[in-house]
């Protein structure tokens, strides 16, 4: 028996959630997402409550549960409050901006690199911290990764761009000839 999956998910207030069938639509102040379900698991509206059971004792429906029940409580979560991840970026002459729906970055290459962001996530950039944030907590992550995947931190001199609660193993560099 899932422990995340027989929990309900409670809507707050300003949250609105259709339920037809396996086709989930939350709406909210922040946005609104769908999402398409699988047959594994039954999805029921009941009050201001939404509630999750497997569709059968097969493991396949028993392991999705949770993990569908995680989802729709995500789905509430960021149209109601919204989720960010925030980069923080090292380097001599490292710079970051955002203009619109790009994302500039000087990273130290001969040219900046200019990410167009994907509907519904902004950036914001305060001194040399990057704030990514949207409703969609899958689609915030992903933009965040695709980020620092720009330019990783190295483990020598920690240049690049790391998540804020990042914590870069230093190495030591070469001590040189004796």
Request: aromatic fraction near 6%; charge should be positive.
């Amino acid at each position: 028996m899932s422990r995340v999956g027989k929990e309900p998910v409670v809507l707050p207030e300003k949250v609105e959630v259709k339920v037809d069938g396996k086709f989930v639509s939350v709406k909210g102040p922040k946005g609104d997402l769908s999402y398409q379900f699988t047959d594994q698991v039954n999805i029921e509206l009941k009050d201001k409550t939404v509630m999750v059971t497997a569709a059968n004792e097969s493991k396949l429906s028993r392991s999705l549960w949770g993990t569908t029940r995680s989802v729709i409580n995500n789905m509430v979560v960021g149209v109601s409050e919204g989720f960010t991840k925030s980069l923080e970026f090292n380097g001599v002459g490292y710079k970051a901006a955002a203009k619109g729906k790009v994302l500039e970055l000087g990273l130290g290459f001969s040219h900046p690199i200019n990410y167009q962001l994907p509907e519904g996530i902004t950036a914001k950039v305060v001194a040399k911290i990057i704030h990514i944030s949207g409703c969609d907590k899958e689609m915030v992550g992903q933009v965040a990764a695709k980020v620092r995947s720009f330019r990783p931190p190295e483990p020598y001199k920690g240049k690049g761009i790391k998540y804020i609660t990042e914590h870069i193993i230093r190495k030591a560099g070469k001590t040189g000839a004796k």
